[in-house]
């Protein structure tokens, strides 16, 4: 298996643009997680679904972020509109059940400018 | 005004010595506790992890500590190597809901 697959892996946009992150989990994997890595706060959870279905979203920021899941192969995280402080570097997770181990992809860099 | 990050522990070792990161949790009804190391530039890895019905699991080069009387966690990274370096996160999972640590930069000099 080629690992969990994020793209773009890098975005620069303009400040009111809308912007949308790809993840692709790893096959068989029935939990993925969208994950924001800033210097300011650390890696925090956004949200995460099991089988497609969104379980909590509590960590999305605010609702200008949303995410799905159409299928058990791709996922979704869009911004819109983004802002500057939007500006961080994005990760998708997969693993199989909830409490094991997560493999995360490569991540998306963002710039918002 | 001024931004200010995260200031993430430092430590930095000769190559061959070992090293122990350490972390301390803040939950007390987690019950799984999982060691990653992030390299720069990509995503956090898997190292090793832990139940809480133990207290001690040895991997290949690597052994974590968990005292849950104090909620501290520990990693041993035996005979680090320059490869080693980069920054390690503890997570903490309650209710299968993982809390990522800050983080501990750990530099190898060969």
């Known amino acids: 298996d080629a690992g969990v697959i994020q793209s773009p892996r890098h975005e620069v946009t303009e400040m009111g643009q809308e912007v949308t992150l790809r993840c692709k989990p790893i096959?068989?994997?029935?939990?993925l997680f969208w994950y924001r890595q800033t210097m300011m706060r650390g890696l925090e959870l956004l949200i995460y679904?099991?089988?497609?279905?969104?379980?909590?979203d509590s960590g999305m920021p605010e609702d200008r972020f949303s995410a799905k899941m159409p299928n058990a192969s791709f996922s979704t995280l869009k911004i819109q509109p983004s802002e500057p402080r939007d500006s961080a570097v994005y990760f998708c997770?997969?693993?199989?059940?909830?409490?094991?181990?997560?493999?995360f992809g490569p991540g998306t860099r963002l710039t918002v400018l | 005004g001024e931004s200010v990050g995260l200031h993430l522990p430092t430590l930095s070792v000769q190559e061959g010595d070992n090293s122990i990161i350490n972390c301390a949790y803040s939950?007390?009804?987690?019950?799984?506790f999982i060691w990653y190391k992030q390299e720069s530039g990509k995503g956090p890895q898997f190292i090793i992890d832990i139940r809480s019905n133990m207290d001690k699991r040895q991997g290949q080069r690597v052994t974590v500590l968990l005292n849950k009387t104090v909620k501290h966690l520990s990693l041993q990274i035996a005979a680090t190597q320059p490869g080693d370096s980069a920054v390690y996160f503890c997570?903490?999972?309650?209710?299968?809901?993982?809390?990522f640590g800050d983080g501990t930069t750990l530099t190898v000099k060969p």
């Open positions: 939950n007390s009804a987690s019950d799984y």
């Open positions: 997770a997969s693993s199989f059940g909830l409490s094991n181990e997560q493999f």
């Open positions: 997570a903490e999972i309650s209710a299968g809901k993982s809390t």
């Open positions: 096959s068989g994997h029935d939990y």
């Open positions: 679904f099991n089988n497609n279905v969104p379980i909590d």
